[in-house]
Antibody, heavy 118, light 110 residues
Framework: QLQESGPGLVEPSETLSLTCTVSGGSITITTYYWAWIRQPPGEGLEWIGSFYYTGSTYYHPSLKSRVTISVDTSKNQFSLNLSSVTAADTAMYYC????????????WGQGNLVTVSS | QSALTQPRSVSGSPGQSVTISCTGTSGDVGGYNYVSWYQHHPGKAPKLVIYDVTKRPSGVPDRFSGSKSGNTASLTISGLQAEDDADYYCCSYAGDYTLVFGGGTKLTVL
């Protein structure tokens, strides 16, 4: 099971920070990667980035300069930081488990709505 | 990296079949057999219904099937049921360890 947590409101130009807590299994499981995905209101899903617990990270080309995904294996959690946010970053943010880095997402969190507004 | 193209909406009556298309390029859908489909009821976590183009996860009814031809993948749902009313998204590997989603299709069961 995956559960996102974090603030629901972030001010423009600030950094959006979310945490995903993994339960029922270890985040260090081999073969599986972990990812962040978002869905702006009324739009489709957008992959943000994926990582492997050993440190390999992969980001969406258009977000690469603003995104950092990190892991805390002791807490079985991973985090998303998105800097310099604007209203365009308002979205439901999901964390998910990915089979390999290239394949399907077989477990998702319920999502955390983040609104960027002053 | 552009989003995959899906129809905005499709509809069908109970018992009928519907097919949702997902069009990409040779750099994503056409280049790899890593296409997956997700069912999303608003307010809930998305659910994997098809992976690796044609495979069904355990617990997904065999009414759900997937296929691919060239740069277009398709999800077919036969014997439509009321609970199939949801949004559906395709996803493909797009090279360089990146993933790309479709814009989503709203399926209405009439």
């Amino acid at each position: 099971q995956l559960q996102e947590s974090g603030p629901g409101l972030v001010e423009p130009s600030e950094t959006l920070s979310l945490t995903c807590t993994v339960s029922g299994g270890s985040i260090t499981i081999t073969t599986y990667y972990w990812a962040w995905i978002r869905q702006p209101p009324g739009e489709g899903l957008e992959w943000i980035g994926s990582f492997y617990y050993t440190g390999s990270t992969y980001y969406h080309p258009s977000l690469k300069s603003r995104v950092t995904i990190s892991v805390d294996t002791s807490k079985n959690q991973f985090s998303l930081n998105l800097s310099s946010v604007t209203a365009a970053d308002t979205a439901m943010y999901y964390c998910a488990r990915v089979f390999r880095a290239t394949d399907y997402l077989d477990s998702w969190g319920q999502g955390n709505l983040v609104t960027v507004s002053s | 990296q552009s989003a995959l193209t899906q129809p905005r909406s499709v509809s069908g009556s109970p018992g009928q079949s519907v097919t949702i298309s997902c069009t990409g390029t040779s750099g994503d859908v056409g280049g790899y057999n890593y296409v997956s489909w997700y069912q999303h009821h608003p307010g809930k976590a998305p659910k994997l219904v098809i992976y690796d183009v044609t495979k069904r996860p355990s617990g997904v009814p065999d009414r759900f099937s997937g296929s691919k031809s060239g740069n277009t993948a398709s999800l077919t749902i036969s014997g439509l049921q009321a609970e199939d009313d949801a949004d559906y998204y395709c996803c493909s590997y797009a090279g360089d360890y990146t993933l790309v989603f479709g814009g989503g299709t709203k399926l209405t069961v009439l």
